[in-house]
């Protein structure tokens, strides 16, 4: 795994000294992971002040509240929100399906305006694809995700359910621009659009278009585009040709799952959900789930949490502070895999913790 330069604070921002975190455990390992992350924060000698949220399936099921408006605007307030992972056990019935991913993931995504979701990837020694060095910027508001459809005539021979992706100009530059920008910043600066142009023609087009007028903004970046299943072949076969690909929102729930498994697995995946204007806070989250068969095991791997955290550390304009975190989770993650060919470091999820934030500082 190599080293990834932060580059998330913009020259012109000042930097909060105390910044106000909103901490969203969640459900299931959220909280432990959370806990081991924040850590790492406090280890570095980084001042924020903590609020707490009690959301998720735990929340829902004792409350009957997803995401009330009113915690919304609360959030509003933060500098950042750092989110564990939330959703009930596998099996369990009590939450329907898609509650909380809509009415807490998804709300806050749309309604704080986090339009862009990045997603860094690189190879840890033993994954199963070696080279992996690159980052995913995925669109974090629009597409089929919006939620553009509906039923006719539901249940009877006759019925019709349609799901329509939304793009518009403005959310497809806005997220194209970050990534151009993101590109451009990099060694390799080059960008690569991923999406289906071949068959959805007309969302296709928009997103090529929006492409190719952009790069005149960006002489220094070289730009290619490529299928979705493409793609697919050729993060297994030929990854080195990525440095920074953009993609629409369920393309781009879709590859980072794959990159996440071909690079060393979902418990090494992080996450930024981003508001780059800055006109709320941005999001930080594993990407992996609540799992509850392993709570209180100890076997939960924060690493996934911790790089996020970093992410956060480096959007708050804590740049420094952001690389030792990424160097530090690279060089325990390439450590730990070299020993053994699952990925398990023999230690717990604090015993991981109390490591990282001891060689850290
Ligand atoms: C992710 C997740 C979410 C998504 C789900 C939980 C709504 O899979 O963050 O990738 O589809 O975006
Ligand atoms: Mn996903």
Request: aromatic letters at 6%; a negative charge; proline letters at 4%.
């Amino acid at each position: 795994m190599n080293e990834v330069k932060s580059r998330l604070m913009p020259d012109e921002v000042q930097r909060s000294s105390a910044p106000k975190i909103g901490v969203i455990g969640g459900d299931g390992i959220g909280p432990e992971v959370v806990a081991e992350a924040l850590k790492i924060v406090e280890a570095l000698g980084v001042k924020y002040e903590r609020v707490d949220y009690s959301l998720g399936a735990h929340a829902y099921l004792k409350t009957g509240d997803v995401l009330d408006d009113s915690v919304l605007d609360e959030l509003r307030q933060l500098d950042a929100i750092v989110l564990g992972a939330v959703g009930p056990p596998v099996g369990s019935t009590e939450v329907p399906p898609g509650l909380l991913e809509r009415g807490l993931l998804l709300k806050m995504r749309f309604e704080l305006d986090l339009y862009v979701n990045l997603r860094p990837f690189n190879s840890v020694p033993n994954a199963p694809v070696q080279g992996i060095d690159f980052a995913v910027v995925r669109e974090n508001t629009e597409g089929t995700y919006a939620g553009e459809g509906g039923f006719l005539r539901k249940g009877t021979k006759h019925e019709v359910a349609t799901q329509g992706s939304v793009n518009t100009r403005h959310g497809v530059e806005r997220c194209i621009r970050f990534a151009f920008n993101l590109a451009n910043s990099r060694k390799a600066k080059h960008l690569t659009l991923v999406h289906k142009t071949n068959v959805l023609t007309f969302a296709g087009d928009l997103w090529q278009r929006t492409f190719d007028e952009l790069a005149s903004e960006f002489p220094e970046v070289t730009r290619v585009y490529n299928h979705v299943d493409a793609t697919c072949i050729y993060m297994v076969e030929d990854p080195k040709r990525y440095d920074v690909i953009v993609t629409d929102n369920l393309f781009g729930d879709i590859i980072t799952d794959l990159a996440g498994s071909l690079s060393g697995g979902i418990g090494l995946a992080a996450s930024a959900n981003l508001n780059p204007d800055r006109t709320g806070p941005s999001l930080f989250e594993p990407v992996h789930g609540a799992a509850h068969d392993i709570v209180g095991t100890g076997k939960a791997n924060p690493l996934a949490a911790i790089r996020s955290i970093g992410m956060m550390l480096d959007y708050l304009g804590f740049t420094a502070e952001a690389n030792k975190v990424s160097a530090e989770v690279i060089r325990f993650a390439n450590e730990i895999m070299e020993k053994n060919t699952k990925g398990s470091s023999g230690m717990t999820t604090q015993q991981i913790g109390d490591a990282i934030a001891e060689r850290i500082i």
